[in-house]
């Protein structure tokens, strides 16, 4: 079951991806000029951001809704997988990804493309969800599909790798690591607290459900988060854990 983005509610009850960005935007340190590729650029939000810096930045994803976003943006994207990009060899100075690294099957294979369009000497910085990435969120959803008969529906396939796991992984592709975290980073939900963030970020696992299914799997999930997540002002923080990385070739 694929994952599906609705530019609209991920605009809305997503925005903290962005705004929560500065620390890995701060780590690439983009310069004027220099050609870099968001990898898994979404809404192009951060796209944006990267380009008003100076630097000439193109914006790849698989989704083609995403896509659409970031070119309502101004923002120069191609629809495509990580794991076949686009783009002729060694022409980009760097790759970012922010939130996206995650999503990807085939993470030899976009390790392979990343490394292919990179320059000699460029970098690839990224952040991503790390080892207990949204363990309770993972948990409670899983605990209550597999209470309807949906278990399959449970295992979101997401990779969450830990520190030394990734840094193996990247070495193993000829990638020197300069940096590398991996930092809890609870985060507070807008007003659309867990219910938007699921109807938002498991859109694919909810319309895998029948229909009249899907409320009662969203009521029952935030009922069983709602100890762990929903603090004493009404608030839902999401247990997000974050890998975050400097590594070039
Ligand atoms: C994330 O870590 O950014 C994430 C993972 C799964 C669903 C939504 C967000």
Known sequence: MPQT???ESYGRDGAFVHELAGGVLEWLAAEPGERILDLGCGDGQLTKRIA???ASVVGVDA????VAAARARGI???NGPAEKLPYPDHIFEAVFSNAAL????GQDEMLTQVRRVLRPGGRFVAEMGGHGNIAAIRVAFSAVVARHGFASLGDRGNYYPTAETYKRRLERHGFAIQKLILFPRPTLL???GMTGWLNTFYRGALDSLPEQLRETVLKETVALLAPALHDHDGRWTADYVRLRFIATV
């Open 102 to 105: 995650h999503w990807i099957r």
């Open 5 to 7: 983005w609705n530019p």
């Open 52 to 54: 008003d810096t100076g």
């Open 76 to 78: 120069k994207a191609d």
């Open 63 to 66: 989704s083609r809704q995403m």
């Open 190 to 192: 807008n007003n659309g």
